[in-house]
């Protein structure tokens, strides 16, 4: 297994977990999140600081946060793409949703991440 591969399945394990320090472990402090749409997590986010917030707001929106089933994942000493289906309650709803995870490394530590999602409309709608 490439080493970003392990980083990447430790990473969402640790998510799974809730584990933050192991997750901080992984994040450049300069690091950048993409999440695209029109929804209320919709942004970029600059920063371990700021993208630990993006994540509890994903956490407080849906009463404990969004379950990510890693399907896959591709790497090399670069890049890492992840296969995921996320899943969450919110308000009465369910969302159900296939996306990838797209992750530049440098130095074996995560400096951005872009997401994307099969269904952007449904995921907008969800998180509105």
Do not use: C
């Not at 192991?22 to 300069?30: H, N, R």
């Not at 920063?47 to 993006?54: C, H, M, T, V």
């Not at 399907?71 to 309650?89: K, P, T």
Request: charged share 25%; glycine share 12%.
């Amino acid at each position: 297994m490439h080493a970003i591969e392990k980083k990447l399945r430790d990473g969402y394990a640790a998510m799974a977990r809730g584990d933050g320090a192991a997750l901080a472990q992984l994040l450049a402090s300069d690091a950048t999140w993409h999440i695209p749409g029109h929804s209320l997590l919709a942004g970029q986010y600059q920063g371990a600081e700021q993208i630990f917030r993006f994540w509890k707001k994903v956490a407080a929106l849906s009463g404990g946060g969004m379950r990510l089933e890693v399907v896959d994942v591709l790497a090399n000493d670069e890049r890492g793409v992840v296969f995921v289906i996320g899943r969450a309650r919110r308000e009465g709803r369910e969302l159900e949703e296939r996306g990838l995870h797209v992750y530049r490394f440098s130095n074996g530590l995560a400096i951005e991440g872009r997401f994307y999602y099969e269904d952007q409309t449904a995921y907008d709608a969800f998180w509105s």
